[in-house]
């Protein structure tokens, strides 16, 4: 028996787990309980490490698709295929004809992290899509224009506020996002044993609204309004104390001219909440002796994301809880630090749009939303091929019937990923990747939202048959570059290093004999705050602990005034439209919003026999008042209806949702043909994007609407 410690790397917590090893097999996993972070918490997704890793439908073997079927070839094979079709695609339509979409595991994957860029580069596309663009895009979009950089987000300093106001966030089943912080439900229950306070604005009454003090089911789509109102109140009752920013804040002026339309009683109405509420929550937060207001999936993907994820801001900075501690902070990661200040090229959207719809380029990313228009679309710079790496868009993005269909006429198509699922069976070659135990792991991008700094290393847990997927990513950019299937990895790796080590201003041979991502990581450590190296991690199997956040203003920021742009055009640009709905008197349209549930992965884990099992089920919550209206029984089936397409799936009545609103949890509906997940097929639920409307998207940013979605429902 050996133990193993690795980093999970199943959502943002970055928890440490204790593997133990019998052989080649894991036995258990439990949470490492000398983390220096997580300190022994892990959640039901980490303990299924193992099951993970045992899935016999996990892929391991590339697989070819020939009349319909796959087959699974050798890598030679697959490479060969992939050599035959895509220069010669790239060749005769360009290089904006392949796409390439990059989903939400990719962020907690070293190789994708390190090697994707330089295969996307090569490629060298426009249709360039991730699933940012159904998740932070707004979020990105708002702190580029506010702080100069887009991955400048602060992020809540839980360890000492005292006063935590969180919307559209379920942290205690998602275990945290935007906000790196293992063992929620400690954290939050050490901000009430000193005297804090939580309050949660949510439609639903969720876990986390259940744990805080204060729940306010809002109206969804709504949170820009209330927002502004509490904005508006600090000005009209003359709380804005902005203390030590003073000196480094733009346009307070602009968002008080800005703030002025939005009373609580223009909001009240429409939102859900009393204007009298509204204004002893704006109180609550400017008294506090320290604050944060945090948003999540809630608030950006939704009609107004982008003012949500300003106005967040804005309430931070007005009341002097911006780069305080126990405010919003911003981390100082040991390594890749993306929020780096100083001078840089002005954070800047839309230099780029997409051909069919013309939405916004933002981080070199065009929004997936319109995907389906750009593969559908004829003319010149249409997309004819795709490449997903660690993505299932079929489940997870807007009008889901419509891009599968788009996939199926696709003309040539590669997945790198896990499993033959709802997308990757439309692809002509998949190839698989190592599991989470056969690969080494550091958090490069969550480690930018931390809420304490650290760094923790952690080497493979087991040997892999498999290339290691920063293998096979370099293998695919020979192939784009023309070098054929079998270019010299080894040289593409050194002038990936080489590339490395010159933007961080050091010398590729100061990371010694070493190769692959570990080179890569090297450098950046000791281009890093720190002073550390590789070697210091590897000497820390539990993480090393560099410390609680620290103020960061000026340094921080990289905007051209080398303030903090309050009130940035491209962003308050979006307020008339909010202001359409001022004294808007709501209609009785029922509307949709999803939520996550504790043991499910967005689309990916339920394959897994131990994570299925029981609650966790695919059903649409509806109030007891709605249910009765519209004829529905607990336990039986409903039709839920949207402009996009219509789906079937049983009935939970709970007065966990407010009236008027209806919630389906994501990345279900796997009973689609020719997939390989016989566990997912029996516990196969409904997609709830078949419903969600790719017209609807967030203006500045093109995010997709994902929650607020009018629908009908009926009894099945
Ligand atoms: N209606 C609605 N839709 C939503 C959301 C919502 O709240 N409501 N949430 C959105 C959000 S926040 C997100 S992030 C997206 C997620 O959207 P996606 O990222 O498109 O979907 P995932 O379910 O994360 O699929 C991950 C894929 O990666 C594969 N995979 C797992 N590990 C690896 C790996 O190490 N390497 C490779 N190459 N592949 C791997 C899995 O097999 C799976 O196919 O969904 C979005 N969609
Ligand atoms: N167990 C588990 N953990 C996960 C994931 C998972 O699938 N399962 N996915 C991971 C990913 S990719 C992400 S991005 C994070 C997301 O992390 P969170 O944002 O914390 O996740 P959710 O549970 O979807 O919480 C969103 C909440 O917003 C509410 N909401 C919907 N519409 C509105 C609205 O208009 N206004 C307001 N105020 N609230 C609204 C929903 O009811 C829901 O409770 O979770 C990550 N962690
Ligand atoms: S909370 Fe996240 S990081 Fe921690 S064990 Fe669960 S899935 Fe893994
Ligand atoms: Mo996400």
């Not at 590897?538 to 960061?552: F, K, M, Q, S, W």
Request: aromatic letters at 4%; a negative charge; proline letters at 7%.
């Amino acid at each position: 028996m050996a133990t193993a410690q690795v980093t999970c790397p199943l959502c943002e917590a970055t928890c440490g787990l204790d593997v133990t090893l019998d052989g080649s097999t894991v036995t258990g996993v439990r949470g490492d309980a000398l983390d220096v972070f997580s300190r022994g918490f892990l959640c039901p997704k980490g303990a299924s490490l193992g099951a993970l890793h045992h899935d016999p439908d996990r892929l391991r073997t590339p697989l070819l698709r020939r009349n319909g079927s796959f087959h699974e070839v050798s890598w030679d094979e697959a490479f060969a295929e992939i050599d035959a079709r895509l220069p010669a695609l790239l060749e005769e339509h360009g290089r904006d004809a392949l796409a390439v979409y990059v989903g939400n595991p990719a962020a907690h994957n070293l190789a994708v992290a390190l090697y994707g860029r330089p295969l996307f580069k090569a490629i060298g596309t426009r249709n360039f899509y991730t699933a940012g663009t159904v998740d932070q895009i707004p979020k990105h979009f708002s702190s580029g224009y506010l702080f100069g950089g887009g991955f400048t987000i602060p992020v809540p300093d839980l360890d000492h506020t005292r006063h935590l106001l969180l919307l559209g966030a379920n942290p205690l089943v998602s275990n945290g996002s935007l906000m790196t912080a293992p063992d929620m439900r400690a954290k939050l229950r050490a901000i009430r044993a000193r005297g804090g306070k939580i309050v949660v604005v949510d439609p639903r009454r969720t876990r986390t609204a259940e744990a805080a003090d204060e729940h306010h089911a809002i109206r969804p789509g709504t949170d820009a309004l209330l927002l502004f109102a509490l904005v508006h109140t600090l000005f009209a009752e003359n709380r804005v104390s902005l203390g030590r920013l003073a000196a480094h804040v733009n346009g307070v002026g602009d968002v008080a001219a800005l703030a002025e339309p939005f009373a609580p009683e223009r909001v009240a109405g429409v939102t859900g909440i009393a204007a009298d509420e509204i204004r002893r929550m704006a109180r609550e937060l400017a008294d506090a002796e320290r604050a944060v207001c945090y948003g999540r999936i809630g608030t950006t993907t939704q009609a107004f994301g982008t003012l949500c994820s300003w106005l967040v801001d804005v309430l931070n900075v007005l009341t002097g809880n911006l780069d305080t501690e126990g405010g919003a902070m911003f981390p100082l990661a040991a390594a890749g630090q993306a929020n780096a200040g100083g001078p840089r090229r002005p954070f800047t959207t839309g230099r780029w749009r997409s051909r069919v719809r013309g939405l916004p380029e933002v981080f070199g990313e065009l929004p997936v939303a319109t995907l389906a228009d750009e593969i559908l679309t004829e003319g010149p710079g249409q997309v004819r091929g795709l490449l997903t790496v660690a993505g299932n868009p079929a489940l997870s993005t807007p009008n889901a019937s419509r891009l599968a269909e788009a996939l199926r006429g696709l003309d040539f198509m590669v997945s790198l990923d896990a499993y033959l699922n709802e997308t990757t069976r439309h692809a002509h070659v998949i190839l698989p990747v190592p599991s989470p135990l056969e690969r080494p792991h550091y958090d490069l991008s969550l480690y930018q939202l931390a809420v304490r700094n650290v760094a923790n290393w952690t080497p493979a847990a087991l040997p892999t048959e498999l290339p290691q997927e920063w293998e096979t990513l370099l293998r695919l950019t020979g192939v784009v570059t023309g070098q054929g299937p079998d270019a010299d990895i080894a040289a593409l790796d050194d002038l990936v290093a080489a590339e490395t080590a010159r933007r961080a201003g050091l010398d590729p041979a100061v990371a010694g004999p070493r190769t692959g991502p570990q080179r890569l990581l090297d450098l950046l450590l000791r281009a890093g705050p720190y002073d550390l190296t590789l070697a210091d991690l590897e000497a820390a199997p539990h993480g090393v602990d560099l410390g609680p956040l620290r103020p960061r203003v000026p340094e921080v920021l990289s905007t051209a005034s080398g303030k903090i742009e309050l009130a940035p055009e491209p962003v308050t640009a979006d307020v008339p439209r909010l202001a359409g709905l001022l004294g808007e008197v709501p209609d009785g349209q029922l509307v949709l919003v999803g939520r996550r549930q504790l043991r499910s992965n967005n689309s990916w884990m339920h394959n897994l026999e131990p994570l299925v099992r029981g609650s966790n089920r695919c059903t649409m919550q509806v109030h007891p008042a709605d249910a009765a209206r519209l004829g529905l029984a607990d336990g039986h089936a409903a039709t839920v209806t949207a402009r996009t397409g219509k789906i079937e799936l049983p009935v939970e009545i709970t007065d966990e949702v407010r009236p008027g609103v209806v919630s389906i949890p994501h990345g279900w509906g796997h009973d689609v043909e020719g997939t390989r997940a016989s566990v997912a097929a029996a516990h196969a639920g409904a997609n709830s994007n078949v419903l969600a409307d790719e017209l609807l998207v967030d203006g500045p940013s093109g995010t997709a609407v994902l929650n607020g979605i009018p629908v009908e429902v009926a009894p099945a």
